[in-house]
């Protein structure tokens, strides 16, 4: 089956920094990738998402990238504010109905 | 709209009891999906149900099971729970039937003495 990996496990940016968290994925038949952002005591709630016929894609202060050839894609944000703080998922799913391979998260800590 | 809501939101078993936890989706979503979390390994998928159909199972043992009803509310079932059980169970529910957007609730937190 479908192995994602997350990195790093947690980071710690200063308030208008960049933060960028990287998965690799393992099935080459994955074609659809989210992001869910769970806030503490909160439930995940999807904040942008990549199919792969597209490289990347960008909402305001963050963006996707997906690299097909070497089966990983990356979350970035910019000018990062303190309620950015919170535990970022990435996902991998390869059309198999809703089954989802979920990495094991990133907490996100940004300092004021 | 009403969100996904799941009951009971927390409970305390012992080894050897059974549980039984239950999911109501969004209005008109057809899919809900199970996931258990755990600190350090994120979210585990444990079965999606559509239209009352089990459609995905994950690697889970067979202690673990679930079923959907016709107004797609779900529960799941873990027989004969282990201390590792203890977790944060999800369900998500999607409108979507394939790679669709999910809903997730707030969950219901598990512990196992």
């Known amino acids: 089956g479908e192995n994602v990996e997350q990195h790093p496990s947690t980071l710690s940016v200063q308030e208008g920094d960049s933060a960028v968290i990287k998965c690799t994925y393992s099935d080459s038949a994955s074609n659809y990738f989210p992001w869910y952002k769970q806030e503490l005591g909160k439930r995940p709630q999807l904040i942008i998402d990549?199919?792969?016929?597209?490289g990347e894609k960008k909402d305001q202060r963050i963006a996707v990238t997906l690299n097909k050839t070497a089966k990983h894609f990356s979350l970035h944000i910019t000018e990062t504010q303190p309620e950015d703080s919170a535990v970022y998922f990435c996902a991998a799913s390869s059309g198999n109905f809703n089954k989802f391979y979920f990495g094991s998260g990133t907490k996100l800590n940004v300092k004021p | 709209k009403a969100g996904v809501t799941q009951t009971p939101r927390y409970l305390i078993k012992t080894r050897g009891q059974q549980v039984t936890l239950s999911c109501s989706p969004i209005s008109g979503h057809r899919s809900v999906s199970w996931y258990q979390q755990t600190p350090g390994q994120g979210l585990q998928f444990l079965f999606e149900?559509?239209?009352?159909?089990?459609?995905n199972k994950g690697n889970f043992p067979g202690r673990f099971s679930g079923r959907q009803f016709s107004n797609s509310r779900s529960e799941m079932n873990v027989s004969t729970l282990e201390l590792g059980d203890s977790a944060l169970y999800l369900c998500a529910s999607s409108y979507t039937g394939v790679q669709g957007e999910l809903f997730f609730g707030e969950g219901s937190r598990l512990t196992v003495l």
């Open positions: 149900y559509f239209s009352e159909t089990q459609r």
């Open positions: 990549i199919r792969s016929n597209v």
